[in-house]
């Protein structure tokens, strides 16, 4: 599970670096456009034959480990709240950049987000 929140975390870091939003562009990436490409990742990634959330260990295993072990309920709840609060940063740089506009607290509509 350490491994897998790692590998997602790598994927991520590759998903939402800098870089130009297409090769004649010398524009970055809005935070809506990173955030919108994460998500159709989640439904659908090209490079695979099924999205993201089809092969989420954190959604398939939850419910069992909770209740199985302490060491991979933490490092699973780690996980989540990385994530939460790298979406909610993403939020905020696009709240910066007005690629989004949202009220409220960046972090707390970042759980919501994901709890979708």
Same mark, same amino acid.
């Given at each position: 599970?350490?491994?897998?929140?790692?590998?997602?975390?790598?994927?991520?870091?590759?998903?939402?670096?800098?870089?130009?939003?297409?090769?004649?562009?010398?524009?970055?990436?809005?935070?809506?456009?990173?955030?919108?490409?994460?998500?159709?990742?989640?439904?659908?990634?090209?490079?695979?034959?099924?999205?993201?959330?089809?092969?989420?260990?954190?959604?398939?295993?939850?419910? %069992?480990?909770?209740?199985?072990?302490?060491?991979? +309920? /933490? $490092?699973?709840?780690? #996980?989540?709240?990385?994530?939460? @609060?790298? &979406?909610? %940063?993403?939020?905020?740089?696009?709240?910066?950049? +007005? /690629? $989004?506009?949202?009220? #409220?607290?960046?972090?707390?509509? @970042?759980? &919501?987000?994901?709890?979708?």
């Amino acid at each position: 599970v350490k491994h897998y929140i790692e590998n997602y975390q790598l994927r991520l870091n590759e998903l939402w670096a800098e870089s130009p939003a297409s090769p004649q562009s010398s524009t970055a990436q809005s935070a809506y456009n990173k955030l919108i490409n994460y998500f159709s990742l989640w439904i659908n990634d090209p490079l695979t034959s099924c999205g993201w959330a089809d092969t989420c260990l954190v959604v398939k295993l939850a419910a %069992e480990v909770s209740d199985l072990s302490e060491d991979m +309920r /933490s $490092i699973m709840a780690h #996980g989540v709240e990385n994530l939460i @609060a790298r &979406v909610s %940063e993403l939020i905020q740089a696009g709240k910066i950049d +007005r /690629s $989004i506009s949202i009220q #409220g607290d960046t972090f707390a509509n @970042a759980q &919501v987000i994901y709890q979708m």
